[in-house]
């Protein structure tokens, strides 16, 4: 998205550069916070910002920022400010950023002050102890600075607001002042939450401070906690954590018992560094805690171990659950295990891995195992993972894994989420963005003996910007090792990698997937590839020049493919409208540029309440409406559209009306991911529908804005400055013409900045 401006104007916060239309009203996992894109602020005293635009050949902080872009404060008196316009007061933050490493390695201390409404409340520590690896980027325990090549840029830092909370619509400003010792400052994003009043002891529960544990000091608290274990596993009982950090240096194993905390933000479970640590819960509940794990490195000697292993026959359930800086922050298996709610967080190894285990034993069969609505971002390794390795060489397959409605977002190492085996698996309703190192999805299996991935189904998720420096041969969805399954109406939006879906070892259905702005070719069979294919009802446009929607580079191992109904193969150039999904049933008749009412489009052999899908030729726009007369909720298609039902919102047999038109040239969308936990913008109340868009972008003289009910004040910012350059009032164009060659904010009303280029 941020780096072909020449198709697709850019949106902070993981907004999405397509049609107001766009399919995304169940993606990704919905949180308590609310996290900005520093890159959406308003800077001062020499800040800047710094934006990868094209996949460089080793890992960068531009790489591994979410959106690509930070903020970089690195001089006395630079600062980045933001409007609270989430909704939320916050009492917490968590900033994503990264300070310089010490010398020598192994990181150092600096805080970065807060001011809310240009008022200084307060400094926030933030360190690089847990960040800034050196060498190959596979690399994950060398912190000598003279061993290479940089990586690990970023890590995650918590606060709460010192004072009152910040309100909706104040302005946070983060400033380097005097105080403020790091030579740098990167600002990738940051989170606000309003967090409530701790949870208190559950009945029949033991707390462990009966059993000596002690909260805040440098006590270690494991055997408090393992003889707490114990009686509660004697007695029946739950074990209760209370407000505090505690620490433990010991592995902590537990069955059959619920573990219950004050909350994330209230239980801090710290690890000693030393030894085992981990926490090994066998048909456990656990919920409500924050784990750090104190980790510098990927092996034993710097700490590394797992955040939590989670297993058990009789199933097991793990919610609200926050690790940090741990291994592989949430290591699963067993038979009906849910996984929900949670987070992880910078951590070493896997966000969240559902397995069978390294061993053939019931308690790690990997069956009917579920990874819902969980927020993971910045690991080093896959931020969800199906693991069906082979148990040590003879454990079956794992069967009827679900990882729904969560969000893996900047991994820096592998891919967002990775299938390895497994039957009947379902991704459904994911979001998936900013992937550093390989791909945004991948199906295949765990090395050469490992069970295959016998059927997956890969459905409704959004994948923004992904494809990292080594996915050159792969693509946002890479199919491999004979994967058997059907990946169905994801949306792929500005696709860093080479080919948006690239498929080599398979057999599989792609259909009514649309991919947006692919850096290179949109669906690609690999030379050498083998398996059979069924590629139907797929939608690519915004191709840049010289690429092609559908490449076979495999015909000498790979049989044709079934090709049918897919937009490069359309020749059509006026809108039709078909009375079921994926072009189906009865079609209504051609309908050339015009506006049509309900009656109209009787006419034309659209019923109302009718339409299911559409064709949408280049050079139509098609604006539907739910009410007659062109009135209720619009949506607007600028492409073949297979799915209404997955538009946001539905509109399934929802047209009443609509308008055809010439679609102006460079088209560009501004609307956002509705489940991305991204800053949302908000519309001013001089905008139609649901958003706005600019044409044509980039501009010469004339930028036209669309949607506008009457005239509104409009702000234009220079984007490395942010100084204003140009105010007007418009009610659809504003002369631009005497700005310099470069990039630009423009400012609607109260909405936060569309970017655009001017030539």
Same mark, same amino acid.
């Given at each position: 998205?941020?780096?072909?401006?020449?198709?697709?104007?850019?949106?902070f916060g993981?907004?999405?550069?397509?049609?107001?239309?766009t399919r995304v009203?169940?993606?990704?996992?919905?949180?308590?916070f609310?996290s900005?894109?520093?890159?959406?602020?308003t800077?001062?005293?020499g800040?800047?910002?710094?934006t990868m635009?094209?996949?460089?050949?080793?890992?960068?902080?531009?790489?591994?920022a979410?959106?690509?872009? %930070?903020?970089?404060l690195?001089?006395t008196?630079?600062?980045?400010?933001w409007?609270?316009?989430?909704?939320?007061?916050?009492?917490?933050?968590?900033?994503?950023? /990264?300070?310089?490493d010490?010398?020598?390695?192994f990181?150092?201390?600096?805080?970065?002050?807060?001011?809310?409404?240009?008022?200084?409340?307060?400094?926030?520590?933030?360190?690089?102890?847990?960040?800034?690896?050196?060498?190959?980027a596979?690399?994950?325990?060398i912190n000598?600075?003279?061993?290479?090549? $940089?990586?690990?840029?970023?890590?995650?830092?918590?606060?709460?607001?010192?004072g009152?909370?910040?309100?909706p619509?104040?302005?946070?400003?983060?400033?380097?002042?005097? !105080?403020?010792?790091?030579?740098?400052?990167y600002?990738?994003?940051?989170?606000?939450?309003?967090v409530?009043?701790?949870?208190?002891?559950?009945?029949?529960?033991l707390?462990?401070?009966d059993?000596?544990?002690?909260?805040?000091d440098?006590t270690?608290? /494991?055997?408090a906690?393992? !003889?707490?274990?114990?009686?509660?596993?004697r007695?029946?009982?739950?074990?209760w954590? $209370?407000?505090?950090?505690?620490?433990?240096?010991k592995?902590i194993?537990?069955s059959?018992?619920?573990? /219950?905390?004050?909350?994330?933000?209230?239980?801090?479970l710290q690890?000693?560094?030393g030894?085992?640590?981990?926490?090994s819960?066998?048909?456990?509940?656990?919920?409500?805690?924050?784990i750090? &794990?104190?980790?510098?490195?990927?092996? #034993?000697?710097?700490?590394?171990?797992? &955040?939590?292993?989670?297993? *058990?026959?009789?199933?097991?359930?793990?919610?609200?659950?926050?690790?940090?800086?741990v &291994?592989?922050?949430?290591?699963?298996?067993?038979?009906?295990g849910?996984?929900k709610?949670?987070?992880a967080?910078?951590?070493?190894?896997?966000?969240i891995?559902?397995?069978?285990g390294s061993?053939?034993q019931?308690?790690?069969?990997?069956?009917?195992?579920?990874?819902?609505?969980?927020?993971?971002?910045?690991?080093?390794d896959?931020?969800?993972?199906?693991?069906?390795?082979?148990g040590?060489?003879?454990?079956?397959?794992?069967v009827?894994?679900k990882?729904?409605?969560?969000?893996?977002?900047?991994?820096?190492?592998?891919? *967002?989420?990775?299938?390895?085996g497994g039957?009947?698996?379902?991704?459904?309703?994911?979001?998936?963005?900013?992937?550093?190192? #390989? /791909?945004?999805?991948?199906l295949?299996?765990f090395?050469?003996?490992a069970?295959?991935?016998?059927?997956v189904?890969?459905?409704?998720n959004?994948?923004?910007?992904?494809?990292?420096?080594?996915?050159?041969?792969?693509?946002?969805?890479?199919?491999n090792?004979?994967t058997?399954?059907v990946?169905?109406?994801?949306?792929?939006?500005?696709?860093?990698?080479?080919k948006?879906?690239?498929?080599?070892?398979?057999?599989?259905?792609?259909t009514?997937?649309?991919?947006?702005?692919?850096?290179?070719?949109?669906?690609?069979?690999?030379?050498?590839?083998?398996?059979?294919?069924?590629?139907?009802?797929?939608?690519?446009t915004?191709?840049?020049?010289?690429?092609?929607?559908?490449?076979?580079?495999?015909?000498?191992?790979?049989?044709?493919?079934?090709?049918?109904g897919n937009?490069?193969q359309?020749?059509?150039?006026?809108?039709s409208?078909?009375?079921?999904t994926n072009?189906?049933?009865t079609?209504?008749?051609?309908?050339?540029? &015009?506006?049509?009412t309900?009656?109209?489009?009787?006419?034309?052999?659209?019923?109302?309440?009718?339409a299911?899908?559409?064709?949408?030729?280049?050079?139509?726009?098609?604006i539907?409406?739910s009410?007659?007369?062109?009135?209720?909720?619009?949506?607007? #298609?600028?492409?073949?559209?297979?799915v209404f039902?997955?538009l946001?919102?539905?509109?399934?047999?929802q047209?009443?009306?609509?308008?055809?038109e010439?679609?102006?040239?460079?088209?560009?969308f501004?609307? %956002?991911?509705?489940?991305?936990?991204?800053e949302?913008?908000?519309?001013p109340?001089?905008?139609?529908?649901?958003?706005?868009?600019?044409?044509p972008?980039?501009v010469?003289?004339t930028?036209?804005?669309?949607?506008?009910?009457?005239?509104?004040?409009?702000?234009?910012?220079?984007?490395?400055?942010?100084?204003?350059?140009?105010?007007?009032?418009?009610?659809?164009?504003?002369?631009?013409?005497?700005?310099?060659?470069?990039?630009?904010?423009?400012?609607?009303?109260k909405?936060?900045g569309?970017?655009?280029?001017?030539?």
């Open positions: 998205m941020k780096k072909n401006y020449l198709a697709l104007i850019f949106i993981l907004l999405l550069l397509i049609s107001m239309a009203s169940a993606q990704g996992a919905t949180t308590p609310k900005i894109e520093a890159e959406s602020g800077l001062a005293g800040a800047t910002i710094r635009t094209t996949l460089p050949s080793q890992p960068t902080p531009e790489l591994e979410s959106g690509r872009s %930070f903020v970089e690195n001089s008196g630079e600062s980045v400010s409007v609270n316009d989430t909704g939320i007061s916050a009492n917490t933050i968590v900033i994503r950023g /990264s300070i310089p010490a010398p020598t390695g990181g150092i201390d600096a805080s970065v002050n807060l001011y809310i409404d240009g008022v200084f409340r307060q400094a926030i520590t933030m360190t690089s102890k847990y960040s800034w690896q050196y060498g190959v596979q690399n994950w325990n000598d600075p003279s061993a290479g090549t $940089p990586h690990r840029f970023y890590d995650e830092f918590r606060a709460w607001i010192t009152a909370a910040i309100a619509g104040s302005t946070i400003t983060l400033k380097k002042d005097a !105080a403020n010792t790091a030579a740098f400052y600002i990738d994003m940051f989170d606000l939450e309003n409530g009043a701790p949870r208190t002891q559950p009945a029949n529960t707390s462990v401070m059993y000596g544990a002690t909260s805040g440098a270690d608290d /494991s055997d906690f393992l !003889a707490c274990i114990d009686d509660c596993e007695l029946k009982k739950g074990m954590i $209370p407000v505090g950090n505690f620490k433990t240096s592995a194993d537990a059959e018992i619920t573990i /219950s905390g004050a909350g994330m933000w209230y239980t801090t690890r000693i560094i030894g085992r640590h981990k926490w819960l066998t048909n456990c509940t656990i919920r409500d805690v924050y750090f &794990g104190n980790e510098t490195g990927r092996d #034993l000697a710097h700490g590394h171990d797992y &955040g939590m292993t989670v297993q *058990g026959s009789a199933g097991w359930l793990v919610e609200r659950v926050w690790v940090h800086n &291994g592989a922050g949430f290591w699963c298996s067993g038979t009906d849910t996984i709610d949670c987070r967080s910078n951590d070493w190894a896997d966000g891995n559902l397995n069978n061993s053939v019931a308690n790690n069969a990997g069956l009917r195992l579920t990874c819902q609505n969980n927020y993971v971002r910045g690991c080093a896959d931020g969800i993972a199906i693991n069906a390795g082979n040590g060489g003879t454990a079956g397959n794992m009827d894994t990882i729904l409605n969560n969000s893996s977002i900047a991994t820096i190492y592998a891919n *967002g989420i990775r299938v390895a039957r009947n698996s379902l991704l459904q309703n994911n979001l998936i963005t900013d992937n550093a190192d #390989l /791909s945004g999805i991948v295949s299996t090395g050469v003996d069970n295959p991935c016998e059927s189904t890969v459905k409704n959004l994948l923004i910007r992904c494809g990292g420096f080594r996915s050159a041969a792969q693509g946002a969805i890479f199919i090792d004979g058997t399954g990946v169905q109406e994801n949306t792929i939006i500005d696709c860093f990698a080479n948006a879906i690239a498929i080599k070892k398979f057999n599989v259905t792609l009514s997937n649309i991919v947006i702005n692919p850096a290179a070719t949109g669906f690609y069979i690999m030379s050498g590839a083998t398996g059979s294919a069924v590629i139907n009802y797929n939608t690519v915004q191709l840049k020049s010289g690429q092609t929607a559908f490449k076979n580079d495999g015909t000498a191992t790979f049989p044709s493919p079934s090709l049918t937009s490069w359309q020749t059509a150039t006026e809108v409208f078909f009375q079921n072009y189906g049933g079609a209504g008749q051609a309908m050339p540029v &015009g506006n049509y309900q009656a109209q489009l009787a006419s034309k052999g659209v019923a109302n309440d009718w299911s899908s559409a064709r949408v030729p280049s050079g139509r726009r098609v539907m409406y009410g007659d007369n062109f009135t209720g909720t619009s949506w607007i #298609l600028t492409y073949d559209t297979p039902l997955n946001s919102p539905n509109a399934n047999d047209m009443s009306s609509c308008k055809v010439t679609a102006p040239s460079q088209l560009a501004n609307t %956002f991911a509705a489940n991305s936990n991204a949302r913008i908000t519309p109340e001089t905008v139609t529908g649901t958003g706005i868009m600019i044409y972008n980039p010469s003289a930028l036209n804005i669309w949607g506008l009910k009457e005239s509104s004040n409009v702000v234009i910012r220079d984007f490395r400055t942010g100084n204003v350059v140009l105010k007007a009032k418009t009610s659809g164009a504003v002369d631009v013409s005497k700005l310099s060659s470069g990039y630009y904010f423009i400012n609607i009303g909405d936060k569309i970017k655009f280029i001017k030539d």
